[in-house]
C-alpha cells in the first residue's frame, strides 16, 4: 500500500492568489495523479505529474494555471494560480500500486 | 456523454437489507474496473476490483457486463458502516469516475 501525506488539508483564500498543494508519498514512484471533485461530482483528472518532464495535463486544464512541479519519485506540488471562485474545490493526488489506486486527504479549497 | 454514469441515489435502506446498484461506461475498450468507497469528507479507498467472471468479497458482490458496458455492485445485509459514497471507476489508459452512489443505511 502507499501512504500519501497532502497539505494543507484545507484553505480559504482571496481571489487572485495563489495555492501550492504539496504531496508526499511513502514510496518511490513514476507517476503522480492530480484530480479536482467538485461538489457531487466525479473525480477529474487535471494533470499526470512524470518525474524529470513535464506534466502531461487534460484537456481543459492548462499549465499557467495548474504549474506543477515533480523534484524527485515522492513528492509534487500543484499550484492553483489568480484563483477564482469557480476554482472552489477538493483537489486531491493520487499514485497507483499494483493496480490500486491510492488518494491524499485532500484539500479542500474555498476561494472567496 | 459522461464516460462513466451511475445512479446518484440516495439510496436509503434499513440495516440487513440488500441494495444493489448500477454504472455503465461508454468506451468499449476499457481495461479495469473497480468500485471506490468514499466517506464524506475523506479520500475514496478502494472497495474491490470488478472481474469479468464476478466476484464476491464479504457482503459485497460486483459483476461485470462487458456486452452491455455495465457494472454492479450489490451490499447484503446492510450495516450502518456500510454508509458511504461508492464509486465506479474504469481504467482506460487512465481512471475515469463516476460521480458516485450515494447509501445510507438506517437503524
Known amino acids: 500500500s502507499a501512504v500519501i501525506s497532502q497539505k494543507p488539508s484545507r484553505d480559504i483564500c482571496q481571489r487572485g492568489t495563489s495555492l501550492t498543494i504539496q504531496c508526499q508519498v511513502d514510496?518511490?514512484?513514476?507517476?503522480m495523479f492530480w484530480y479536482r471533485q467538485q461538489p457531487g461530482q466525479s473525480l477529474t483528472l487535471i494533470a499526470t505529474a512524470n518525474q524529470g518532464s513535464e506534466a502531461t495535463y487534460e484537456s481543459g486544464f492548462v499549465i499557467d494555471k495548474f504549474p506543477i512541479s515533480r523534484p524527485n519519485l515522492t513528492f509534487s506540488t500543484l499550484t492553483v494560480s489568480n484563483m477564482s471562485p469557480e476554482d472552489s474545490s477538493i483537489y486531491l493526488c493520487?499514485?497507483?500500486?499494483?493496480?490500486?489506486?491510492?488518494f491524499g486527504q485532500g484539500t479542500r479549497l474555498t476561494v472567496v | 456523454r459522461k464516460e462513466v454514469e451511475q445512479d446518484p441515489g440516495p439510496f436509503n435502506v434499513p440495516e440487513g437489507a440488500t441494495v444493489a446498484f448500477n454504472c455503465t461506461y461508454s468506451?468499449?475498450?476499457?481495461?479495469?474496473f473497480f468500485w471506490y468507497r468514499q466517506d464524506c469528507r475523506k479520500e475514496p479507498k478502494l472497495l474491490m476490483s470488478?472481474?469479468?467472471s464476478g466476484n464476491e468479497d464479504g457482503r459485497f458482490t460486483a459483476q461485470l457486463n462487458r456486452a452491455s458496458q455495465y457494472i454492479s455492485l450489490l451490499i447484503r445485509d446492510s450495516k450502518l458502516s456500510d454508509s458511504a459514497t461508492y464509486l465506479c471507476v474504469v481504467k482506460h489508459y487512465k481512471l475515469s469516475f463516476g460521480a458516485g452512489t450515494t447509501v445510507t443505511v438506517r437503524a
Open positions: 493520487s499514485v497507483d500500486l499494483n493496480t490500486e489506486a491510492f
Open positions: 470488478v472481474y469479468s
Open positions: 514510496s518511490q514512484v513514476t507517476m
Open positions: 468506451n468499449s475498450a476499457s481495461q479495469s
